[in-house]
């Protein structure tokens, strides 16, 4: 018995240059725009007989927009970042720079008092194995891009320090196939247009 479970990241809340991290803020305009031009894509994955979301409010505010309903997964929110949320990258550089080489560097370590990216990667791992089994079922989550690229590096069983190199846009999707332990990556073409 296998799953379909199929990602969307959530719209943007802020540019890039500016994501902080566990960012809380809702869409922005640019964020609203996006949703509504990727929408004629997305909207058919409403259609999955299971639907979730991070609990952030840009990633409600996305699948609520795309008419999915989502129930809210504690399990899919951001890493916890302890005393660094709210936090650039460059500020965080800025107050703890040996902090900041640790916790690039070193999966297990956790120097803002949070959680670690290996903790991360296996409770977002955990999620996606306790799915409900059922031959065929549709599933789709709206997450914060770093939510994605965990199940990625969960599912494909690589090495933590490739979550660095993952690239996930606002309102990209991947979708993995399979249950508990047992999962394969699936691209798929995009339809082309009449």
Same mark, same amino acid.
């Given at each position: /018995? &296998? ?8 719209? %943007?809340?802020?540019?890039? #240059?500016? @994501? ?5 803020? $809702? ?5 609203? !725009? ?41 399990? *899919?929110?951001?890493? !916890? /970042? ?6 650039? #990258?460059?500020?965080? /550089? ?11 560097? +070193?999966?297990?370590?956790?120097? &803002?008092?949070? @959680?670690?990216? *290996? ?8 999620? *996606? +194995?306790?799915?409900?089994? !059922? !031959?065929?079922? =549709? ?9 994605? %690229? ?18 996930? =846009? $606002? #309102? ?18 995009? $339809?082309?247009?009449?």
């Amino acid at each position: /018995m &296998h799953l379909r479970v199929t990602f969307v990241a959530a719209a %943007r809340s802020s540019s890039l #240059l500016a @994501e902080r991290f566990e960012d809380d803020r $809702p869409l922005d305009q640019a964020g609203w !725009d996006e949703v509504q031009r990727a929408a004629p894509e997305l909207v058919p994955l409403a259609a999955a007989e299971l639907r979730y979301c991070s609990p952030t409010p840009r990633s409600r505010a996305t699948g609520d927009a795309l008419g999915y309903a989502p129930l809210a997964q504690p399990a *899919l929110r951001d890493c !916890d /970042m302890g005393r660094w949320r709210g936090f650039t #990258l460059g500020e965080a /550089m800025a107050r703890e720079p040996s902090a900041v080489d640790a916790w690039l560097s +070193d999966p297990r370590s956790a120097p &803002h008092g949070g @959680e670690s990216l *290996l903790s991360f990667v296996s409770r977002v791992g955990g999620w *996606l +194995d306790t799915r409900p089994a !059922d !031959d065929g079922s =549709r599933i789709v989550a709206v997450a914060e891009p770093s939510v994605v %690229r965990a199940a990625l590096v969960y599912a494909l069983k690589a090495q933590p320090s490739t979550y660095w190199n993952i690239d996930v =846009r $606002p #309102l990209s999707t991947v979708t993995l196939i399979g249950t508990n332990g047992r999962w394969n990556l699936r691209l798929e073409a995009v $339809p082309q247009r009449a």
